[in-house]
């Protein structure tokens, strides 16, 4: 048999082995290519917002190489381990390890390129979708094209030999480091050889739990006022990341072992066929892959809270557009109102007008603060705040000793937390006036250019009113005193009135808002960097995914040889195949709930940072997720099923 026919012969031999190795190789290299084809197209060009398209797609073309990169070695070093028997008998057999080694890299070299080249044609025949995806996503109108570059090409061809040749080195030590008789005992060395669970795992166990528990503790206290000073949240965020990553760590080194003891000891040790197969399969192999687990676990809850975080952003473009602009045009000064309207009427456009006037005062609000503010800019003796009469906002009739307060970002309620009534005093220029907080509402009146940072709006009665803005301070005022806002009273002709407030040539643009305007600008933004975490995500749920299939893989072939002596002993495939069913829930179901876990606190702890609902975007994000993930476990019991059917 020549070297040739040898190397196709084992190509075609172990190719059954590597299909979902070839699927990620190919789904890896088409994501790349289609990513660095969105870099150089030019319709992207209608995508670039105040976050530029480009160099956004092109920093995460850089973090897709770095995830693949690391799958592609670790897969590498999966396989190589698998056909060290086979490495062994051609050294046994008279060949050199330097043959040996250039059969298995023509062999790697037709598997990887082809993969590569497969990836590139589907990257290529996928772009147009991507680009129209990307495009919806955003709300861009723009026509997406199919375009072929050259340097898309070269770039890809040029990154994924450079992966091709690192995992080559890799073979070579590996091949020159190994024995003959090393090469025979490497599949056979298993990950764990302990029969009991010691005293110092148990503690390791008890340790790790109690490290995860608080930091989540600590997360869930960190923007509720429980660390008032920049210091102690910095110091609270290094603990939360610290105990989580160790505390994860050594969850999967003895926790893990610790509670299936347990559940082992309650048994007095008499274990029934799927218990064995899968409690104490994974009690100590768990430990064994403790870094790789710590490592998948930690950046699936990255992912997985990166994406709901965009996601809450992205879901919440409307809500925040509405609160930072309460009409669907809010205007400041009067002259352009007035150019506005016009255009409007002569564009047969309808609308109503509600004008408010608005004044700045400081406002003492120490004794309704339920936070302390010292690490902060803001004076609670002294807070700025607008100031408008009762009479302009319908349903609200105070007392003259009486003031409420409407409209509060959700992220200054994190912290400057006001309680729910108590003594305040407004301070014009002059004159000191004691009021007598009534509470807080949602509502938000004004636009965000008088209510500057996400501040409350004081609503007080008419005559108090008359009498602050006879003695205002003229240091404190706006440019403007007036808040006009248009609504249109047909919502068909929204659209059209927002081109005609785009084509408006006003001098102070900062004075003048438009709610349809703010939401497509937080739409196209978070849009593009939900498309980026989406696709990253993806790709480094398929690689983990494959990863942990992989290890499977290995597992089984290792664990043939109990199959056989079970099947001996009379037990049937069907009773084997449950205690697989079961051994798999626990392999992949153990990282991911560990992974939701961290991701739900992570996203809790700060996600009013970025918009205003949570629970949607979250669970559908988590659902999401979990389906993905599942598949790689319901592939994994196929590939058990085919094992325990051919070992006997």
């Known amino acids: 048999m020549s070297i040739n026919q040898l190397i196709f012969r084992n190509l075609k031999k172990n190719l059954k082995n590597y299909y979902l190795y070839v699927f990620a190789l190919v789904f890896s290299a088409s994501l790349y290519f289609a990513f660095v084809t969105l870099q150089y197209d030019p319709s992207m060009d209608k995508a670039e917002g105040s976050v530029k398209g480009a160099a956004s797609i092109k920093a995460a073309s850089i973090l897709l190489v770095a995830i693949v990169s690391l799958f592609l070695i670790y897969a590498n070093s999966i396989f190589i381990k698998r056909r060290s028997k086979e490495i062994g008998l051609f050294q046994l057999i008279g060949m050199t390890k330097n043959r040996i080694f250039r059969i298995l890299s023509i062999e790697n070299l037709i598997l990887y390129f082809c993969s590569v080249f497969l990836g590139i044609f589907v990257g290529f025949a996928a772009s147009k979708l991507i680009i129209m995806i990307l495009f919806k996503i955003m709300g861009v109108q723009a026509i997406a094209t199919l375009q072929f570059s050259l340097q898309p090409l070269v770039q890809t061809l040029i990154v994924f030999s450079a992966i091709y040749l690192f995992i080559m080195l890799m073979n070579y030590a590996f091949i020159k480091r190994q024995t003959i008789l090393s090469l025979f005992r490497v599949t056979s060395i298993t990950e764990g050889k302990v029969k009991k669970v010691s005293t110092l795992e148990m503690i390791i166990g008890i340790f790790g ?93 990255l992912a997985i809270g990166l994406l709901s975080l965009s996601y809450i952003s992205y ?109 305040i005093e407004l301070k014009g220029k002059h004159d000191v006036i004691p009021q007598t907080y009534m509470g807080l509402k949602d509502e938000t009146i004004v636009s965000w250019y008088f209510a500057s940072g ?105 664990e043939k040889s109990n199959y056989t002596i079970l099947r001996k002993l009379g037990f049937t495939q069907g009773d084997l195949l449950k205690g697989i069913q079961a051994k798999q829930v626990f392999n992949f179901g153990i990282p991911l709930v560990v992974g939701l876990l961290h991701s739900y606190f992570a996203v809790q702890s700060g996600w009013f940072l970025f918009g205003t609902e949570v629970w949607t975007p979250m669970i559908i994000v988590m659902v999401l997720y979990t389906a993905l993930y599942s598949i790689f476990g319901i592939l994994s019991v196929f590939h058990y099923k085919k094992v325990i059917k051919e070992s006997l």
């Open 209 to 301: 739990i109690i490290l995860i528990i608080a930091g989540y503790y600590v997360s869930s206290r960190l923007f509720d006022g429980a660390f008032t000073q920049m210091n102690e949240l910095f110091m609270a965020m290094i603990f939360i990341l610290a105990s989580v990553i160790i505390g994860t760590y050594l969850f999967y080194k003895g926790s893990v072992s610790f509670i299936f003891n347990i559940v082992r000891k309650n048994k007095n040790g008499y274990l029934n066929i799927n218990e064995v197969l899968s409690l104490s399969s994974i009690m100590f192999r768990m430990k064994s892959n403790a870094i790789l687990l710590t490592i998948i676990t930690t950046v699936s809850a």
């Open 315 to 423: 879901y919440s473009a409307e809500k925040m557009a509405e609160t930072s602009v309460p009409a669907d045009f809010s205007m400041s000064k009067t002259k352009d109102a007035e150019n506005f309207k016009e255009a409007l009427t002569a564009s047969k456009i309808d609308y109503n007008e509600n004008r408010i006037d608005v004044i700045q005062a400081d406002v003492n609000v120490k004794n309704i603060l339920n936070s302390q503010l010292e690490e902060t800019n803001i004076d609670p003796n002294k807070m700025t705040l607008p100031v408008i009469s009762d009479e302009s906002v319908k349903g609200i009739n105070l007392a003259e000793d009486e003031t409420i307060f409407s409209g509060y970002s959700s992220v200054l309620q994190k912290i400057m937390d006001f309680k729910d009534s108590g003594n």
């Open 454 to 558: 996400g501040l409350p709006v004081a609503i007080v009665d008419q005559t108090v009113f008359d009498r602050l803005k006879k003695d205002i301070n003229p240091e404190i005022q706006k440019e403007s005193t007036v808040y006009i806002g248009i609504d249109i009273k047909d919502e068909a002709k929204i659209e059209k009135a927002n081109d005609i407030f785009n084509k408006m040539d006003f001098k102070d643009e900062y004075l003048n808002s438009s709610q349809l305007k703010m939401f497509n600008e937080q739409k196209k933004n978070m849009g593009l960097i939900m498309f980026i975490v989406g696709f990253l995500g993806l790709t480094f749920l398929i690689t983990s995914g494959c990863i942990l299939y992989f290890k499977q893989m290995d597992e089984s072939e290792n």
